[in-house]
């Protein structure tokens, strides 16, 4: 259980989602691996924090913040809507939603390894069903409404401005 008494850590979705890639699009999985090689990005999701970092060829989750060569900060629903392309990385970024710590030069390392693991993902059927689980733990509190409803509404408030 997480912090929030739901069914799945997100660390433990991305494990569970990284042990998919490799069974289901091994290729996508060694792309995301090469373009993760020597790198270490600490993940901060609504306080839960934990660490991805990439050894001898292999990815590895860590529950406890490693030496961060990048540090992400986000939360559930930012990330279902970049999934769902409701939002766009920039647009999160700038709008606060989404923030990323981190040697510049990294940044096409970094690109590059988000479509090789979205790669993957798509072709995989096993992905869906995990997609569905994180949905279901991320579920807003209002009867009948969806997720993406719930970011849309939230994208229209005024805390989505750009902070001056």
């Known amino acids: 259980m997480d912090r929030r008494g739901n069914g799945h850590t997100v660390a433990a979705t991305l494990e569970e989602a990284l042990r998919i890639l490799r069974c289901d699009a091994l290729a996508a999985y060694y792309r995301l691996v090469r373009e993760m090689n020597g790198l270490s ?97 991320t579920a807003p509190k209002e009867a009948g409404q969806s997720c993406n409803q719930s970011f849309l509404q939230e994208t229209a408030d005024r805390d989505w401005a750009p902070s001056t």
């Open 41 to 137: 990005v600490t993940f901060d999701v609504e306080g839960e924090l934990f660490s991805l970092h990439c050894a001898d060829a292999e990815l590895h989750l860590q529950p406890l913040p490693a030496d961060a060569t990048v540090f992400v900060q986000a939360t559930r629903k930012t990330i279902l809507a970049l999934i769902d392309g409701k939002a766009d990385m920039m647009d999160c970024v700038t709008m606060g939603k989404l923030n990323v710590w981190g040697d510049v030069r990294l940044l096409p390392n970094i690109s590059r390894a988000c479509i090789a693991f979205a790669d993957g993902a798509i072709r995989s059927r096993q992905m869906r069903t995990l997609l569905t689980s994180f949905r279901s733990d």
